[in-house]
């Protein structure tokens, strides 16, 4: 539902006090440009145009998004906004001070501008630069992403994780620090008792195509998984664990997180914006790269799943070296395939239910008590499903 115009601009104004500073404004008005809830699951969004003269007498604009929770809010939601504020405020400027402090090249930079940054007993808020504006768009959902852009976001991953091992590698103490601020939010989702009950029936429906595609391996192997309970699973073996490898993740890997701009005319892609940094936390790099892999990919891109992640491990080792660290030593590419097998688990029983998100062909369910209780692309959902299910049971590394 939409709020009124009147009020979405008190919001906004209450909200761009560093913006107004740093453009130097010194007479301003908002424009709304959209107030409807349209920040999907995790947040409520308002877009709006700052449109001011500055103090030296210049005409500017500025685009922006302003996500925000309500005082409701559940506590996942709550504790998902206070570590994205982390991120953007704290995290984020000491990983560019730590990159130009080594003389990094080519820098980490694939995030959205961060205006400002508030956090109440009431209520938080998140400012940023407004990507579309930027010439940024998302890749369309509903149909797998091709290896070009997946390449882009695997490379940009790399980055991300090879400024944390190196920062660990060298600054010890502050890397310390950091780690002890980010305990893992996701796992409260998964603590839920309604996300028990959701991820039980939507994987029993994923039972029920592998039963009529008379999927029989991959039947026994699920219904394994569903006797030893999906959330202990996730909780236990993934979310719980605790390794010397650790550094920070993005954990929130699905398409509409990622926003690319391209050339004109062209189809690659020339930068890409990582969004949505709720469930950032300390984990293995392969909870980014299973998630994502597996939540982008059809079977057609899965048949190339060595030669991404051996992309990665080649980026992640030129990053770490311009970065003065040693990648076989912080993270060798055994450790790499170790944890692929461990925790690729977890994307594998996530995809059952989430697809169903990815797929959605309206945005009516977003609406609904049961979010995953949405019109979807079924057919997609079958053929996607059972690639990614018989990936993790049947992959091995050659080498």
């Given at each position: 539902?939409n709020?009124s115009?009147e009020?979405?601009?008190q919001k906004v104004g209450?909200?761009?006090?560093?913006?107004l500073?740093?453009e130097h404004?010194?007479?301003f008005r908002?424009?709304?440009?959209?107030?409807?809830?349209l920040?999907?699951h995790?947040?409520?969004?308002i877009?709006?145009?700052i449109?001011?003269?500055?103090s030296?007498?210049?005409t500017?604009e500025v685009?922006i998004?302003a996500?925000?929770?309500?005082?409701n809010?559940?506590?996942?939601?709550t504790?998902?906004f206070?570590?994205?504020?982390f991120?953007?405020?704290?995290?984020f400027?000491?990983?560019k001070?730590?990159?130009h402090?080594?003389n990094a090249?080519?820098?980490?930079n694939s995030?959205?501008k961060?205006?400002?940054?508030l956090?109440?007993?009431?209520?938080?808020?998140i400012?940023?630069?407004n990507?579309?504006?930027?010439g940024?768009q998302?890749?369309?959902r509903m149909?797998p992403?091709?290896?070009?852009h997946?390449r882009?976001?695997i490379k940009?991953?790399a980055?991300?994780h090879?400024?944390?091992?190196?920062?660990?590698?060298?600054?010890c103490?502050?890397?310390?620090?950091l780690?002890?601020?980010?305990?893992?939010?996701?796992?409260?989702?998964f603590?839920?008792?309604s996300?028990?009950?959701?991820m039980m029936?939507?994987?029993r429906?994923?039972?029920?195509?592998?039963?009529?595609?008379?999927?029989?391996k991959?039947l026994?192997?699920?219904?394994?998984?569903?006797?030893?309970?999906?959330?202990?699973?996730?909780?236990?073996?993934?979310?719980n664990?605790?390794?010397?490898?650790?550094?920070l993740?993005?954990?929130?890997?699905?398409?509409n997180n990622?926003?690319?701009?391209?050339?004109?005319?062209?189809t690659?892609?020339?930068k890409l914006?990582?969004?949505d940094?709720?469930l950032a936390?300390?984990?293995s790099?392969?909870?980014d790269?299973?998630l994502?892999?597996?939540?982008v990919?059809?079977?057609?891109e899965?048949?190339?799943?060595?030669?991404?992640?051996t992309?990665?491990?080649?980026?992640?080792t030129?990053f770490?070296?311009?970065?003065?660290?040693?990648a076989?030593?912080l993270f060798?590419?055994?450790?790499?395939?170790?944890?692929w097998?461990?925790?690729?688990?977890?994307p594998?029983i996530?995809i059952?239910?989430?697809?169903?998100?990815i797929l959605?062909e309206d945005?009516d369910?977003?609406?609904k008590?049961?979010m995953?209780d949405?019109?979807?692309?079924?057919?997609?959902?079958e053929?996607r499903?059972?690639?990614?299910?018989?990936h993790?049971f049947?992959?091995?590394?050659?080498?």
């Amino acid at each position: 539902m939409n709020m009124s115009t009147e009020i979405a601009e008190q919001k906004v104004g209450q909200w761009i006090s560093k913006l107004l500073e740093e453009e130097h404004f010194r007479e301003f008005r908002i424009e709304i440009e959209n107030n409807e809830n349209l920040g999907g699951h995790l947040s409520n969004i308002i877009c709006a145009k700052i449109v001011g003269i500055t103090s030296d007498n210049e005409t500017k604009e500025v685009s922006i998004v302003a996500k925000y929770n309500g005082q409701n809010s559940v506590k996942f939601l709550t504790v998902g906004f206070e570590r994205e504020i982390f991120i953007y405020e704290k995290l984020f400027p000491l990983f560019k001070k730590f990159q130009h402090d080594t003389n990094a090249l080519e820098l980490l930079n694939s995030f959205p501008k961060c205006y400002q940054a508030l956090a109440s007993e009431d209520q938080s808020i998140i400012v940023l630069e407004n990507l579309t504006k930027n010439g940024y768009q998302l890749y369309n959902r509903m149909k797998p992403m091709d290896l070009d852009h997946q390449r882009f976001v695997i490379k940009e991953y790399a980055k991300l994780h090879a400024v944390s091992f190196a920062m660990r590698d060298q600054n010890c103490d502050e890397f310390q620090k950091l780690s002890s601020k980010l305990p893992n939010v996701a796992k409260l989702y998964f603590q839920e008792d309604s996300t028990k009950k959701t991820m039980m029936k939507y994987s029993r429906y994923a039972r029920d195509i592998l039963i009529r595609k008379n999927e029989v391996k991959l039947l026994e192997k699920i219904e394994s998984i569903l006797e030893t309970g999906l959330t202990e699973i996730i909780l236990n073996n993934v979310l719980n664990a605790k390794d010397k490898y650790f550094v920070l993740t993005h954990g929130d890997s699905w398409n509409n997180n990622f926003m690319f701009k391209y050339k004109p005319n062209e189809t690659k892609p020339t930068k890409l914006a990582i969004i949505d940094w709720q469930l950032a936390s300390m984990h293995s790099p392969i909870l980014d790269l299973s998630l994502f892999i597996y939540t982008v990919s059809s079977q057609e891109e899965l048949s190339h799943f060595e030669e991404l992640i051996t992309y990665y491990y080649s980026a992640l080792t030129d990053f770490l070296r311009e970065l003065g660290s040693d990648a076989e030593k912080l993270f060798p590419f055994s450790v790499l395939k170790e944890h692929w097998y461990k925790y690729a688990i977890f994307p594998m029983i996530w995809i059952m239910t989430f697809l169903r998100i990815i797929l959605e062909e309206d945005s009516d369910g977003r609406d609904k008590e049961d979010m995953f209780d949405i019109s979807f692309n079924e057919e997609e959902y079958e053929k996607r499903m059972i690639a990614v299910l018989k990936h993790y049971f049947c992959f091995k590394f050659t080498k």
